[in-house]
C-alpha cells in the first residue's frame, strides 16, 4: 500500500489512478466532516465533490508541507463554508457536542439543556465570524491549533487569540441579563 505523499506525487505526474485511491482513502472523511459543517447530507455530498474537484485542479500545488489529509481537510472546510454562504446566512454549530463548561476552553460530549443550548446558540451567533470558526474547529471538531493554522492559512498565536476572544465574548454575552443581550 502506497502512501498519501507517494501517491500525491503520482497524481501529480498525471496517474488518475494515484488521485482516484486518494479520494477512496479521504472520502468518508471529508463526507462527515462537511455533514458535521453542513448538516445536510445532500449538501455534504456536494461540499464533498467540489473538495474533491478542487483538490484534483490543485494538486500540483500541494507543496507537502502538511499532510495530504489536513489539506484537503483544508479545501473541504473552504468548501462548506461557500456552500454556507450560498445557500445559507451563518453556519450553526452542533451543540451536542458543547456544554456550557466549552466557555473556558474545555470541550464536553454531555448534551445541553435546551434552554441553555438556545441561549448559547444566540451568544455565539453574535460573535464575530472568525471567532465562531475557530470556536467550531477547536472546541467542536478538536483540532490542534497547529492543523487550525494550516487550515486558515494563519498562525498558531492568532489561533489561540481567536479562540480565547470567540470564548470570553461567549461568556460575556451570557453573563448579561436576558433583556440586554440584543
Known amino acids: 500500500m502506497e502512501t498519501d505523499a507517494a501517491l500525491v506525487e503520482n497524481a501529480k505526474a498525471g496517474d488518475p489512478d494515484a488521485f482516484r485511491e486518494l479520494y477512496e482513502r479521504h472520502r468518508a472523511t471529508i463526507l462527515k466532516r462537511c455533514q458535521q459543517i453542513l448538516k445536510d447530507s445532500g449538501a455534504a455530498e456536494d461540499a464533498t465533490q467540489e473538495t474533491f474537484l478542487r483538490a484534483f485542479r490543485r494538486i500540483g500545488s500541494f507543496r507537502g508541507a502538511s499532510q495530504f489529509g489536513t489539506w484537503i481537510g483544508k479545501i473541504a472546510l473552504h468548501a462548506s463554508i461557500d456552500h454556507l454562504g450560498k445557500h445559507y446566512h451563518h453556519c450553526e454549530i452542533p451543540f451536542e457536542a458543547i456544554d456550557l463548561a466549552m466557555q473556558f476552553g474545555k470541550p464536553n460530549n454531555n448534551l445541553v439543556l435546551s434552554s441553555e443550548r438556545r441561549e448559547l446558540d444566540e451568544a455565539i451567533g453574535k460573535i464575530p465570524p472568525k471567532h465562531r ?50
Do not use: E, W
Not at 481567536?162 to 443581550?181: D, E, G, K
Open 133 to 182: 470558526q475557530m470556536l467550531y474547529l477547536r472546541a467542536v471538531m478538536g483540532y490542534s491549533y497547529a492543523d487550525i493554522a494550516i487550515m486558515l492559512d494563519c498562525d498558531i498565536p492568532r489561533c489561540k487569540s481567536r479562540y480565547r476572544m470567540a470564548t470570553i465574548n461567549v461568556r460575556r454575552i451570557l453573563a448579561r441579563p436576558i433583556a440586554f443581550r440584543a
